[in-house]
T-cell receptor, first 113, second 115 residues
């Protein structure tokens, strides 16, 4: 069974630009979550989607948004990039939470210059 | 406010011995706990989980213990192998709608297993 796939693996953007990251969950998983990992803050929850609906959201500004498609694939968008948005962005999928482990992809490394 | 804490930034163990990684939490609403392993340039890999209705869960060389009264959990790896060298994250979640997809992670412990 294929794991969670994230594209692209690496991305370099300039401050003020916007970026879209893509995630394909494990087949059969309908819940997709996004996380940001930075050296200072660790792993921080961004949001969760299930059946194309955002069910939960972390404490990030509105510049961070996402969506989920009918095939459970998800995208995350960050607008008006700031230097502090440089991070590893991780997508995870699971069967119906809670009490179902999240399975993570290898992430997209975003660098904002 | 760090609700999940891994107080040991690093742990060094000899191959074949036991590795014990510790984690403390403060939020009494947490009822599901997980351990992940992470190699550089890869995403976290799920290892083992435990529900708050249990105090122990085993999967091969990995055992997780939960002490709800102390709000403490630990991961035991026996025997430790050099391939276990990685960063280990403890994570927790609570039931309920506001917790969908949300895990609260500790800061991680770097485990080094020496041959």
């Amino acid at each position: 069974k294929a794991g969670v796939t994230q594209t692209p693996r690496y991305l370099i953007k300039t401050r003020g630009q916007q970026v879209t990251l893509s995630c394909s969950p494990i087949s059969g998983h309908r819940s997709v979550s996004w996380y940001q990992q930075t050296p200072g803050q660790g792993l921080q929850f961004l949001f969760e989607y299930f059946s194309e609906t955002q069910r939960n959201k972390g404490n990030f500004p509105g510049r961070f948004s996402g969506r989920q498609f009918s095939n459970s694939r998800s995208e995350m968008n960050v607008s008006t990039l700031e230097l502090g948005d440089s991070a590893l962005y991780l997508c995870a999928s699971s069967l119906e939470p809670p009490n179902s482990p999240l399975h993570f992809g290898n992430g997209t490394r975003l660098t904002v210059t | 406010d760090q609700q999940v804490k891994q107080n040991s930034p690093s742990l060094s163990v000899q191959e074949g011995r036991i590795s014990i990684l510790n984690c403390d939490y403060t939020n009494s609403m947490f009822d599901y706990f997980l351990w992940y392993k992470k190699y550089p340039a890869e995403g976290p890999t799920f290892l083992i989980s435990i529900s708050s209705i249990k105090d122990k869960n085993e999967d091969g060389r990995f055992t997780v213990f939960l002490n709800k009264s102390a709000k403490h959990l630990s991961l035991h790896i026996v025997p430790s192998q050099p391939g276990d060298s990685a960063v280990y994250f403890c994570a927790a979640s609570a039931s309920g709608g506001t917790s969908y997809g949300k895990l609260t992670f500790g800061q991680g412990t770097i485990l080094t297993v020496h041959p």
